[in-house]
């Protein structure tokens, strides 16, 4: 046990996947694990062991922002030997080629700041993800016949952000999409040599200024868990 999650060790596999909501962690683990069980409560973030494939597999939730992903994904891998972390979330599109339900595969993470700027200080560390989980997730977009964009995303700090302009650069710079974790999710990842990867679906457009109802949500939702599962095991 750790200080924010109570699974007895070995009950965490070693292949993690992090939505940021735990009860889309619950869907997740009830709809594509054979024989979940609930490992993990604290706080009511919930986490789940069960098997996908033969595969063991976790999914457990990383709560919202790099502060709360760090506290999770820190535990995960330093106390629980967490090898695999994928986040499945959704993110806010930044450019117009991107449609609403389409999944972003993220290869860079920018950000204005993380939990790790502490120790990069004025140092522009360029958090990426795995390419073995990258390209393997790119393949299974591909073979389920999801719409699937490979580039960089934007990690903020802020969901009501008050700074338009930022976005502005973002987009002119062809980052696809803003969520508030994988910067983080990489860094840690990168410093611990373990892999990572973020796949995301598009919930909503900051340019477009269009959202997806939420009974639409669960069904790209699926698209991405199962993405992330054939990646891990690829
Ligand atoms: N901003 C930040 N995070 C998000 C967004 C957004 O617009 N949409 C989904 N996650």
């Known amino acids: 046990m750790t200080i924010h999650i109570g699974a007895q060790p070995g009950e965490i596999a070693p292949t993690v996947l992090l939505p940021g909501d735990p009860y889309r962690a619950k869907w997740a683990a009830e709809t594509f694990l054979d024989a979940p069980k609930q490992v993990n409560d604290v706080r009511g973030m919930l986490g789940f062991t069960g098997h996908y494939k033969g595969n063991p597999v976790t999914i457990h939730g990383s709560g919202m922002g790099m502060p709360s992903l760090s506290i999770y994904a820190n535990e995960l891998i330093r106390d629980y030997g967490a090898k695999t972390l994928i986040r499945i979330g959704s993110c806010g599109a930044m450019?117009?080629?991107?449609?609403?339900?389409?999944?972003?595969?993220?290869?860079?993470?920018?950000?204005?700041?993380?939990?790790?700027?502490?120790?990069?200080?004025?140092?522009?560390?360029?958090?990426?993800?795995?390419?073995?989980?990258?390209?393997?997730?790119?393949?299974?977009?591909?073979?389920?016949?999801?719409?699937?964009?490979?580039?960089?995303?934007?990690?903020?700090d802020v969901f009501y952000d008050e700074r338009p302009d930022l976005n502005e650069q973002m987009t002119r710079h062809g980052i696809l999409g803003v969520e508030m974790e994988a910067a983080e999710l990489y860094n840690l990842a990168l410093r611990y040599g373990v892999r990572?990867?973020?796949?995301?679906?598009?919930?909503?457009?900051?340019?477009?200024?269009?959202?997806?109802?939420?009974?639409?949500?669960?069904?790209s939702f699926g698209d991405m868990v199962e993405i992330a599962l054939e990646a891990a095991f690829a």
């Open 95 to 156: 450019q117009d080629k991107v449609k609403l339900r389409d999944v972003i595969l993220a290869m860079t993470a920018s950000s204005v700041s993380t939990p790790s700027s502490g120790i990069f200080r004025d140092f522009n560390f360029a958090p990426s993800a795995d390419w073995s989980l990258l390209k393997a997730a790119a393949e299974a977009a591909e073979a389920k016949g999801v719409s699937a964009h490979v580039g960089g995303i934007y990690s903020a």
């Open 196 to 219: 990572a990867l973020a796949v995301l679906t598009v919930s909503d457009h900051l340019i477009r200024h269009e959202a997806l109802p939420s009974a639409d949500r669960e069904r």
